[in-house]
C-alpha cells in the first residue's frame, strides 16, 4: 500500500498537472487584478467598508472642497463653492454660509463628521491633517465644513458597489495563490525524486550550468516584462479592446510563470543533488584555478614522480609563485582593498606547501617503514623457514648415519660394497656438518641463540684454533705467517662462538687460497680497539662483489668442486655479531681479506 501511495506521490503526470495549475492560477489572478485596474473599482472598497473613512474620501472630494474653501476664504472668487457640502466661516466682513438659516448651529448635528479650520488648520475628527491644507488659510478665521447626508448616501453605494465586485475577485485570487503555495510545497518535496530509489534525477536542463542558467532566465523574464509592461499599463474603456490586453497579458503572464517554474524546479533540484555551486561556470573556472595550485602543493601534479622529486618541484613551484605574489604586492601598494589579495594568497599558498611536504613526508615514511617490514618478514620467513628444514632433517639424517655406520661394521661385505658404505659415510656427516650450519645460522640470525660472553685473549684463541687445525693445514701447501702481539689482547665476547668464527675463515682460506702461497694472520690493537685480519691470494679470479660473496650458499669456487656448503663465511659474520664485534670484507684483485673489530677490554 505504501509503495502505491508513493508512485502516485511522485508520479510525473500529477508534477506536470500541479506544475500548469500553479501557472494558470497565478496567471488567473494577475489577470483578475489587471481587470479590477481596468474596471477603476476602488480597491480600498475591500478593506474599508465605509466611503466616510477611506482614503480616496479625504484624498478626492474632501481635498477639493477644503481647497475651494480656503480660497474663499483668502478672499478669491470661487464659482462651484457648496456644491454638495455645507460650510460656515466668518472674518471681519461677517458670517459666510450656503445655509438658509446663515449660522452654524446646524453643524452642531455633524459633530465627528465634519471639517473644522482652527489656528489655520483644517481637522478632521479631531485629526490635524496638514494633507489637506492647500496654501495659507487665515489663523483669525473659524470654519466648518461638512458634506451633505444625499451626497454620502450616493457615495457609500457606489462604494459599496466596488466592494461587492472587488470581493469576489479577491477571495478568488487568495484562493490561487494558497492552492498555488500548497501545490508548489508538493513539487519541492516531490521534484527530482522516484518511488522507485531516492536517486536525485537531473534533466536535460539541470546539465547546464548555474551561473548561464540564470543568466538565461534574466533575459527571457526581462523580455517578457517588456512585452507585459505595454499591457499593464494600457486603459481603454471598450470591452473589446480590454478583453484583448487582458488575454495577451495573460499569455505573457503564463509563458513567464512557465519560465519561472522551470527555473525554480531546476534550482530545487540542484539543490537536492549538491550541484548549485558546483555547476556554476565561475565555480568551475575559480576551482579549477585553486585545484591547479593545489594540485602542484599535494603532489598530483607531480604524480608520476618519486616522492623525492615531487619535494623538489613543489618548492621550486612555491618560491616562484611566492616571487610572483611578492611582486604584485608591490604594483598593488597604492590601491588599499587590492594590495590585502597577495599577502591572503601567500598565506594560503603557505598553507598548502606546508601540508604538502608533511603529506610527502608522510607517505615516505610509510614507504620506508613499508619496505623495512617486508625486508623483515621475508628475512624472518627465511629463517624460519631453515630452522624448521634443518630441525626436520635431524632426524632422517642421525638414522642414516647409525645405519650406515652399522654397515661398515659387517664383516661379511664385498669390497665394492665397503666402498660404497664410506662414500655413503662421508656424504653424511658432510650433510649432518651442513644442517648443523644451517641451524646455528638460523638462530645467530633471529637473535635466538644462547651466548656466553667473558673476558678472551684473542692472541690465545688464535693460536688455539692453529694449533687445533694443524693436521689440516700440514696436508696442504700453503703457508700460514703469523703476526701476534706479545701482550694478551682480552675482548668480551662468547669463546665458542669466536673460535668457531676463527675456525671458519682459516678453513675458507685452506679452500680457496692459491696453492703455494702464503695466508697472514695479523691481530693488533688501535686505540683501545682490536683488529684481526686474515688475507690470502685466491686460487680463481674472484668475479664477485664482497656482498655476493656473504650471501648464504654462496660460494666462490663455482664450479663447486671443493666441499664448501657456502655458509662459512656467513656463519662467521653472523657469529662475529653476536659476540658483539664487526666484520669487514674486501676484495682487491687476487687478495681476499677478513678483518674483525673488538672493543679491547683494559686489565
Given at each position: 500500500?505504501?509503495?502505491?501511495?508513493?508512485?502516485?506521490?511522485?508520479?510525473?503526470?500529477?508534477?506536470?498537472?500541479?506544475?500548469?495549475?500553479?501557472?494558470?492560477?497565478?496567471?488567473?489572478?494577475?489577470?483578475?487584478?489587471?481587470?479590477?485596474?481596468?474596471?477603476?473599482?476602488?480597491?480600498?472598497?475591500?478593506?474599508?467598508?465605509?466611503?466616510?473613512?477611506?482614503?480616496?474620501?479625504?484624498?478626492?472630494?474632501?481635498?477639493?472642497?477644503?481647497?475651494?474653501?480656503?480660497?474663499?476664504?483668502?478672499?478669491?472668487?470661487?464659482?462651484?463653492?457648496?456644491?454638495?457640502?455645507?460650510?460656515?466661516?466668518?472674518?471681519?466682513?461677517?458670517?459666510?454660509?450656503?445655509?438658509?438659516?446663515?449660522d452654524d448651529s446646524f453643524f452642531k448635528e455633524y459633530t465627528g463628521k465634519m471639517f473644522i479650520l482652527n489656528n489655520g488648520y483644517w481637522e478632521y475628527n479631531g485629526d490635524l491633517n496638514r494633507t489637506y491644507l492647500n496654501g495659507f488659510v487665515k489663523s483669525d478665521v473659524?470654519?466648518?465644513?461638512?458634506?451633505?447626508?444625499?451626497?454620502?448616501?450616493?457615495?457609500?453605494?457606489?462604494?459599496?458597489?466596488?466592494?461587492?465586485?472587488?470581493?469576489?475577485?479577491?477571495?478568488?485570487?487568495?484562493?490561487?495563490?494558497?492552492?498555488?503555495?500548497?501545490?508548489?510545497?508538493?513539487?519541492?518535496?516531490?521534484?527530482?525524486?522516484?518511488?522507485?530509489?531516492?536517486?536525485?534525477?537531473?534533466?536535460?536542463?539541470?546539465?547546464?550550468?548555474?551561473?548561464?542558467?540564470?543568466?538565461?532566465?534574466?533575459?527571457?523574464?526581462?523580455?517578457?516584462?517588456?512585452?507585459?509592461?505595454?499591457?499593464?499599463?494600457?486603459?481603454?474603456?471598450?470591452?473589446?479592446?480590454?478583453?484583448?490586453?487582458?488575454?495577451?497579458?495573460?499569455?505573457?503572464?503564463?509563458?513567464?510563470?512557465?519560465?519561472?517554474?522551470?527555473?525554480?524546479?531546476?534550482?530545487?533540484?540542484?539543490?537536492?543533488?549538491?550541484?548549485?555551486?558546483?555547476?556554476?561556470?565561475?565555480?568551475?573556472?575559480?576551482?579549477?584555478?585553486?585545484?591547479?595550485?593545489?594540485?602542484?602543493?599535494?603532489?598530483?601534479?607531480?604524480?608520476?614522480?618519486?616522492?623525492?622529486?615531487?619535494?623538489?618541484?613543489?618548492?621550486?613551484?612555491?618560491?616562484?609563485?611566492?616571487?610572483?605574489?611578492?611582486?604584485?604586492?608591490?604594483?598593488?601598494?597604492?590601491?588599499?582593498?587590492?594590495?590585502?589579495?597577495?599577502?591572503?594568497?601567500?598565506?594560503?599558498?603557505?598553507?598548502?606547501?606546508?601540508?604538502?611536504?608533511?603529506?610527502?613526508?608522510?607517505?615516505?615514511?610509510?614507504?620506508?617503514?613499508?619496505?623495512?617490514?617486508?625486508?623483515?618478514?621475508?628475512?624472518?620467513?627465511?629463517?624460519?623457514?631453515?630452522?624448521?628444514?634443518?630441525?626436520?632433517?635431524?632426524?632422517?639424517?642421525?638414522?642414516?648415519?647409525?645405519?650406515?655406520?652399522?654397515?661398515?661394521?659387517?664383516?661379511?661385505?664385498?669390497?665394492?660394497?665397503?666402498?660404497?658404505?664410506?662414500?655413503?659415510?662421508?656424504?653424511?656427516?658432510?650433510?649432518?656438518?651442513?644442517?648443523?650450519?644451517?641451524?646455528?645460522?638460523?638462530?645467530?640470525?633471529?637473535?635466538?641463540?644462547?651466548?656466553?660472553?667473558?673476558?678472551?685473549?684473542?692472541?690465545?684463541?688464535?693460536?688455539?684454533?692453529?694449533?687445533?687445525?694443524?693436521?689440516?693445514?700440514a696436508k696442504t701447501e700453503i703457508q700460514f705467517k703469523i703476526k701476534l702481539p706479545e701482550v694478551p689482547v682480552m675482548v668480551n665476547a662468547d669463546g665458542q662462538k669466536l673460535y668457531r668464527v676463527f675456525q671458519n675463515l682459516i678453513d675458507n682460506a685452506l679452500k680457496y687460497?692459491?696453492?703455494?702461497?702464503?695466508?697472514?694472520?695479523?691481530?693488533?690493537?688501535?686505540?683501545?680497539?682490536?683488529?684481526?685480519?686474515?688475507?690470502?691470494?685466491?686460487?680463481?679470479?674472484?668475479?664477485?662483489?664482497?656482498?655476493?660473496?656473504?650471501?648464504?650458499?654462496?660460494?666462490?669456487?663455482?664450479?663447486?668442486?671443493?666441499?664448501?656448503?657456502?655458509?662459512?663465511?656467513?656463519?662467521?659474520?653472523?657469529?662475529?655479531?653476536?659476540?658483539?664485534?664487526?666484520?669487514?670484507?674486501?676484495?682487491?684483485?687476487?687478495?681476499?681479506?677478513?678483518?674483525?673489530?673488538?672493543?679491547?677490554?683494559?686489565?
Amino acid at each position: 500500500m505504501d509503495t502505491k501511495l508513493k508512485s502516485f506521490k511522485y508520479a510525473m503526470f500529477f508534477k506536470v498537472i500541479a506544475f500548469l495549475l500553479i501557472a494558470a492560477s497565478l496567471t488567473t489572478a494577475v489577470v483578475e487584478i489587471q481587470y479590477l485596474a481596468f474596471s477603476d473599482i476602488a480597491m480600498e472598497s475591500i478593506l474599508v467598508p465605509s466611503y466616510r473613512d477611506s482614503t480616496q474620501f479625504l484624498q478626492r472630494d474632501a481635498s477639493s472642497a477644503i481647497y475651494s474653501l480656503s480660497s474663499a476664504i483668502n478672499g478669491d472668487v470661487v464659482s462651484n463653492l457648496g456644491d454638495h457640502y455645507y460650510y460656515y466661516y466668518e472674518d471681519q466682513m461677517g458670517s459666510h454660509t450656503n445655509l438658509a438659516s446663515g449660522d452654524d448651529s446646524f453643524f452642531k448635528e455633524y459633530t465627528g463628521k465634519m471639517f473644522i479650520l482652527n489656528n489655520g488648520y483644517w481637522e478632521y475628527n479631531g485629526d490635524l491633517n496638514r494633507t489637506y491644507l492647500n496654501g495659507f488659510v487665515k489663523s483669525d478665521v473659524n470654519a466648518y465644513l461638512v458634506f451633505s447626508t444625499d451626497y454620502m448616501i450616493d457615495a457609500q453605494k457606489e462604494w459599496q458597489s466596488d466592494r461587492e465586485s472587488a470581493l469576489p475577485v479577491v477571495y478568488s485570487m487568495i484562493g490561487a495563490i494558497l492552492g498555488s503555495i500548497l501545490l508548489l510545497i508538493y513539487l519541492t518535496i516531490t521534484v527530482g525524486k522516484s518511488y522507485k530509489d531516492d536517486v536525485i534525477h537531473l534533466n536535460f536542463f539541470d546539465l547546464i550550468p548555474s551561473d548561464v542558467f540564470l543568466v538565461i532566465y534574466a533575459a527571457l523574464t526581462g523580455i517578457c516584462f517588456m512585452m507585459l509592461d505595454n499591457t499593464l499599463g494600457y486603459r481603454t474603456y471598450y470591452i473589446s479592446e480590454m478583453m484583448t490586453f487582458l488575454v495577451i497579458s495573460g499569455m505573457l503572464f503564463f509563458i513567464f510563470m512557465v519560465l519561472s517554474g522551470v527555473f525554480y524546479l531546476s534550482i530545487v533540484r540542484r539543490i537536492k543533488a549538491k550541484q548549485l555551486i558546483k555547476n556554476s561556470l565561475i565555480y568551475k573556472v575559480i576551482f579549477g584555478i585553486g585545484d591547479y595550485f593545489r594540485s602542484i602543493f599535494d603532489g598530483r601534479k607531480f604524480s608520476s614522480n618519486k616522492l623525492t622529486k615531487q619535494l623538489f618541484y613543489r618548492q621550486a613551484s612555491f618560491i616562484g609563485i611566492s616571487f610572483v605574489l611578492v611582486f604584485m604586492t608591490f604594483v598593488l601598494l597604492f590601491l588599499p582593498p587590492l594590495m590585502l589579495l597577495p599577502p591572503l594568497l601567500e598565506i594560503l599558498l603557505i598553507f598548502w606547501f606546508v601540508k604538502g611536504n608533511r603529506e610527502t613526508f608522510e607517505a615516505i615514511d610509510r614507504g620506508f617503514n613499508d619496505s623495512l617490514e617486508e625486508q623483515m618478514k621475508a628475512e624472518r620467513m627465511k629463517i624460519q623457514l631453515v630452522t624448521n628444514v634443518s630441525h626436520d632433517l635431524k632426524t632422517p639424517l642421525t638414522s642414516i648415519i647409525s645405519y650406515a655406520d652399522l654397515l661398515s661394521k659387517e664383516e661379511d661385505l664385498s669390497e665394492v660394497s665397503r666402498d660404497y658404505v664410506n662414500i655413503l659415510i662421508d656424504k653424511s656427516n658432510r650433510l649432518k656438518n651442513i644442517v648443523a650450519d644451517l641451524f646455528d645460522l638460523a638462530k645467530s640470525s633471529s637473535g635466538d641463540i644462547a651466548l656466553q660472553l667473558e673476558p678472551i685473549d684473542l692472541k690465545k684463541l688464535i693460536e688455539q684454533t692453529l694449533a687445533d687445525m694443524d693436521d689440516e693445514i700440514a696436508k696442504t701447501e700453503i703457508q700460514f705467517k703469523i703476526k701476534l702481539p706479545e701482550v694478551p689482547v682480552m675482548v668480551n665476547a662468547d669463546g665458542q662462538k669466536l673460535y668457531r668464527v676463527f675456525q671458519n675463515l682459516i678453513d675458507n682460506a685452506l679452500k680457496y687460497a692459491l696453492h703455494g702461497t702464503r695466508v697472514f694472520i695479523e691481530l693488533e690493537t688501535i686505540n683501545h680497539k682490536a683488529y684481526v685480519s686474515i688475507k690470502n691470494t685466491a686460487s680463481y679470479e674472484m668475479e664477485f662483489t664482497a656482498d655476493e660473496i656473504l650471501q648464504r650458499f654462496s660460494r666462490a669456487d663455482a664450479s663447486r668442486t671443493t666441499e664448501g656448503s657456502g655458509l662459512g663465511l656467513s656463519i662467521a659474520e653472523s657469529f662475529t655479531q653476536v659476540s658483539g664485534g664487526q666484520f669487514f670484507l674486501s676484495i682487491d684483485g687476487d687478495l681476499f681479506k677478513v678483518t674483525l673489530q673488538f672493543n679491547e677490554i683494559l686489565i
